[in-house]
């Protein structure tokens, strides 16, 4: 599974759109790019994923660059819910992998008011 | 979607004893895992937890402190056993339904080791 590097903290006020970079220069073509979060206290929590293409859905939206080497979770009016910790994670869901999951440090997403 | 059960929530143990943590999926479910999170930490895989077979254990963790079971499609076991301080940490269990699909995560097992 590729590495992935992340800042380690972000401050966004709240309403305004938090953008949280990931690099993955080191993606392979079969690997998927995975957004989690982990709220304070709870278990990790699924965001999206994507491939090559952009992607949105009712919680965030993702960029992913042409080049696959970088990408960033859009969250579009960040709420004071959305401090979490956030996690990005190049996974290759294919034959023969099992979907277990490598965290890295991820970024602390600090929403202010 | 998939709802997750994990049994206990928090528990402190004196060291030396085992603690058996459950988990309970509300559907079958394809794979599932287990994680360790230390205090103030990113989580670490430990094993993936194969029906009716022995689980797979990640680098540095082993059966004998770690068992682990599977009887069916919806439930499972962790045993940290012979405990120490050290092993002070939240214990989560994730499921995986199918292949390019999300995983869900329980609300993990708070553990103190005394």
């Known amino acids: 599974d590729a590495k992935t590097t992340q800042p380690p903290s972000m401050d966004c006020a709240e309403g305004r759109a938090a953008n949280l970079p990931c690099n993955h220069s080191t993606i392979s073509g079969n690997e998927y790019v995975y957004w989690y979060r982990q709220i304070h206290s709870q278990g990790p929590q699924y965001i999206i994923h994507g491939l090559k293409n952009n992607e949105t859905n009712e919680m965030a939206s993702l960029i992913i660059t042409e080049d696959r080497k970088s990408s960033t979770l859009i969250l579009p009016h960040a709420t004071l819910r959305d401090t979490a910790v956030y996690y990005c994670i190049a996974d290759h869901h294919g034959s023969g992998n099992t979907g277990k999951l490598i965290f890295g440090q991820g970024t602390t997403l600090q929403v202010k008011p | 979607s998939a709802v997750i059960s994990q049994k206990p929530s928090r528990d402190i143990c004196q060291r030396g004893t085992s603690l058996t943590i459950q988990c309970q999926v509300d559907?079958?479910?394809?794979?599932m895992f287990w994680y360790r999170q230390q205090p103030g930490q990113s989580l670490t895989l430990i094993a993936t937890?194969?029906?009716?077979?022995?689980?797979?254990?990640e680098s540095g963790f082993v059966i004998d402190k770690f068992p682990i079971s599977r009887p069916n499609l919806t439930f499972s076991t962790l045993t940290v056993s012979n405990m120490s301080p050290e092993d002070s940490s939240i214990y989560l269990c994730s499921v995986v339904k199918g292949v390019r699909t999300e995983a869900f995560f329980g609300q993990g097992t708070r553990l103190t080791v005394v």
């Open positions: 559907s079958q479910v394809t794979m």
């Open positions: 937890a194969n029906q009716g077979s022995e689980a797979t254990y």
